[in-house]
Protein backbone atom coordinates (compact mmCIF):
# COMPACT_ATOMS: atom_id res chain seq x y z
CA UNK A 1 0.00 0.00 0.00
CA UNK A 2 1.18 3.52 -0.86
CA UNK A 3 1.01 6.72 0.98
CA UNK A 4 -1.53 7.17 -2.07
CA UNK A 5 -3.08 4.26 -0.80
CA UNK A 6 -3.23 4.56 2.64
CA UNK A 7 -6.62 6.24 4.14
CA UNK A 8 -6.26 9.59 5.16
CA UNK A 9 -7.09 10.76 8.61
CA UNK A 10 -9.53 13.14 9.07
CA UNK A 11 -8.69 15.95 11.96
CA UNK A 12 -11.93 18.28 11.01
CA UNK A 13 -15.38 17.95 9.31
CA UNK A 14 -16.78 20.43 7.36
CA UNK A 15 -18.46 21.75 9.83
CA UNK A 16 -15.25 22.38 12.03
CA UNK A 17 -13.54 24.25 9.03
CA UNK A 18 -16.78 26.67 8.23
CA UNK A 19 -15.60 28.31 12.13
CA UNK A 20 -12.47 28.46 10.92
CA UNK A 21 -13.04 30.33 7.40
CA UNK A 22 -14.90 33.18 6.68
CA UNK A 23 -17.34 31.32 3.99
CA UNK A 24 -20.73 30.22 4.52
CA UNK A 25 -23.28 27.69 4.39
CA UNK A 26 -22.64 25.85 0.81
CA UNK A 27 -19.75 27.98 -0.49
CA UNK A 28 -17.71 26.55 2.46
CA UNK A 29 -16.68 24.14 -0.16
CA UNK A 30 -14.27 22.14 2.02
CA UNK A 31 -15.00 18.96 3.31
CA UNK A 32 -12.38 17.37 5.52
CA UNK A 33 -8.78 18.56 6.42
CA UNK A 34 -6.41 15.74 6.73
CA UNK A 35 -2.74 17.28 7.67
CA UNK A 36 -1.73 20.59 8.39
CA UNK A 37 1.54 22.29 9.98
CA UNK A 38 2.87 26.07 9.77
CA UNK A 39 3.66 25.49 6.15
CA UNK A 40 1.56 23.10 4.31
CA UNK A 41 -2.59 21.86 4.47
CA UNK A 42 -4.10 19.41 2.99
CA UNK A 43 -7.96 19.16 2.39
CA UNK A 44 -10.49 17.31 0.29
CA UNK A 45 -14.41 17.25 -0.91
CA UNK A 46 -16.52 15.43 -2.03
CA UNK A 47 -19.21 17.88 -3.36
CA UNK A 48 -18.08 18.65 -6.84
CA UNK A 49 -20.41 15.85 -8.54
CA UNK A 50 -23.52 17.73 -6.93
CA UNK A 51 -25.42 18.68 -9.54
CA UNK A 52 -26.64 21.72 -7.36
CA UNK A 53 -22.77 22.86 -6.43
CA UNK A 54 -22.73 26.44 -5.76
CA UNK A 55 -20.11 27.23 -8.71
CA UNK A 56 -21.60 24.96 -11.63
CA UNK A 57 -22.68 26.38 -14.77
CA UNK A 58 -24.70 25.22 -17.27
CA UNK A 59 -21.62 23.69 -18.48
CA UNK A 60 -21.04 21.83 -15.39
CA UNK A 61 -18.22 22.43 -12.94
CA UNK A 62 -15.73 24.25 -14.54
CA UNK A 63 -12.37 23.46 -13.99
CA UNK A 64 -11.69 27.54 -12.58
CA UNK A 65 -13.48 26.02 -9.50
CA UNK A 66 -10.58 24.22 -8.55
CA UNK A 67 -9.14 27.81 -7.76
CA UNK A 68 -11.77 28.40 -5.30
CA UNK A 69 -11.23 25.34 -3.51
CA UNK A 70 -7.79 26.07 -3.17
CA UNK A 71 -8.09 29.94 -2.24
CA UNK A 72 -10.77 28.17 0.94
CA UNK A 73 -7.67 26.51 2.08
CA UNK A 74 -5.28 28.82 2.17
CA UNK A 75 -8.05 30.60 4.17
CA UNK A 76 -8.17 27.61 6.08
CA UNK A 77 -4.76 27.37 6.94
CA UNK A 78 -4.74 30.73 7.40
CA UNK A 79 -7.22 30.63 10.41
CA UNK A 80 -5.66 27.40 11.71
CA UNK A 81 -2.60 29.39 12.62
CA UNK A 82 -4.70 32.66 13.83
CA UNK A 83 -6.33 30.37 16.11
CA UNK A 84 -3.27 28.50 17.37
CA UNK A 85 -1.62 32.15 18.17
CA UNK A 86 -4.50 33.62 19.42
CA UNK A 87 -7.32 31.10 20.68
CA UNK A 88 -10.95 32.18 20.22
CA UNK A 89 -9.75 34.14 16.98
CA UNK A 90 -12.41 34.60 14.55
CA UNK A 91 -11.90 34.04 10.68
CA UNK A 92 -10.45 37.20 8.99
CA UNK A 93 -12.12 37.75 5.53
CA UNK A 94 -9.14 37.69 2.92
CA UNK A 95 -8.43 38.36 -1.07
CA UNK A 96 -6.97 36.61 -3.48
CA UNK A 97 -5.17 39.03 -5.36
CA UNK A 98 -3.28 37.00 -7.97
CA UNK A 99 -3.28 33.48 -9.94
CA UNK A 100 -0.30 32.22 -11.74
CA UNK A 101 0.61 28.79 -13.51
CA UNK A 102 -2.36 27.79 -13.27
CA UNK A 103 -2.51 24.43 -15.68
CA UNK A 104 -5.67 22.70 -16.39
CA UNK A 105 -6.08 18.73 -17.05
CA UNK A 106 -9.51 18.65 -17.21
CA UNK A 107 -12.54 19.95 -18.63
CA UNK A 108 -14.49 19.14 -16.00
CA UNK A 109 -14.68 18.98 -12.43
CA UNK A 110 -18.18 17.32 -11.96
CA UNK A 111 -16.89 14.57 -13.97
CA UNK A 112 -14.33 13.20 -11.93
CA UNK A 113 -15.32 10.47 -9.43
CA UNK A 114 -12.62 10.42 -7.02
CA UNK A 115 -12.67 13.37 -4.24
CA UNK A 116 -10.99 16.26 -4.99
CA UNK A 117 -7.28 16.65 -2.86
CA UNK A 118 -6.81 20.20 -2.48
CA UNK A 119 -3.26 21.34 -1.47
CA UNK A 120 -1.46 24.30 0.05
CA UNK A 121 2.10 25.29 0.64
CA UNK A 122 2.71 28.73 2.09
CA UNK A 123 6.28 29.51 0.10
CA UNK A 124 6.87 33.18 2.17
CA UNK A 125 4.43 35.53 4.03
CA UNK A 126 5.34 39.13 5.37
CA UNK A 127 2.61 40.93 7.71
CA UNK A 128 -1.08 39.94 6.02
CA UNK A 129 0.39 39.15 2.37
CA UNK A 130 0.49 35.49 2.07
CA UNK A 131 2.21 33.73 -1.42
CA UNK A 132 1.19 29.90 -1.35
CA UNK A 133 1.99 27.48 -4.27
Known sequence: MTELDAPLNVLMNAQ????????????????ALHRWDNDSIVCSATNHTEPDHPLRSRSGLLPAAAIEYAAQAMALHGGLIAQ???????????????VRGVQVHVARLD????PLMVEATRVTSQGSNVLYS
Open 16 to 31: GIAACVPHADRMCLLQ
Open 84 to 98: RDNPGASPTPGFLAS
Open 111 to 114: TLTA
